[in-house]
């Protein structure tokens, strides 16, 4: 089992943040992804290449997985995942996704799909439901726009 911890969105930790998750909402549904590879849906996401930041990494895994094309991104905490001993870092992001495009040509994501809700079938099912969770608490904490 998977242990998630979450820091303000500005905590520097001592180790690289990794990842840059963006739960993304657009037309008062949130968007999952599905990865062409798989059959399970998961929050969009990916990577953090080096010399890039996560607020950058966050655009473009958003725009490369749900073919966002105009958004708000909102930080909303730098988290931690340890799991068997292991411990990443990412940050966490809600994007107010307002004009989606086309998913492009060279994504690993073979389709999104719009819930009001987390779906069932996750990819990461003992990380994402922290992340959702957390996302939500904020987004309703700004104020649903």
Do not use: C
């Amino acid at each position: 089992m998977a242990r998630i911890r979450f820091y303000n969105s500005s905590y520097l930790i001592g180790g690289e943040l990794t990842y840059s998750v963006i739960a993304a909402i657009y037309d008062n549904q949130w968007i999952f992804a599905r990865h062409r590879d798989r059959t399970t849906w998961e929050i969009p996401g990916g990577h953090i290449e080096k010399g890039e930041s996560p607020d950058e990494a966050a655009g473009r895994e958003l725009v490369e997985e749900t073919g966002a094309q105009e958004f708000r991104l909102h930080s909303i905490a730098t988290y931690s995942v340890e799991k068997n001993g292991n411990i990443g870092y990412g940050k966490l992001y809600l994007a107010e996704v307002t004009k989606l495009g086309p998913i492009p040509d060279l994504s690993e994501i073979a389709e999104i799909t719009f819930l009001d809700h987390l779906p069932e079938d996750l990819t990461y099912p003992d990380i994402q439901p922290f992340l959702f969770r957390r996302t939500v608490e904020y987004f309703d904490a700004k104020g649903r726009t």
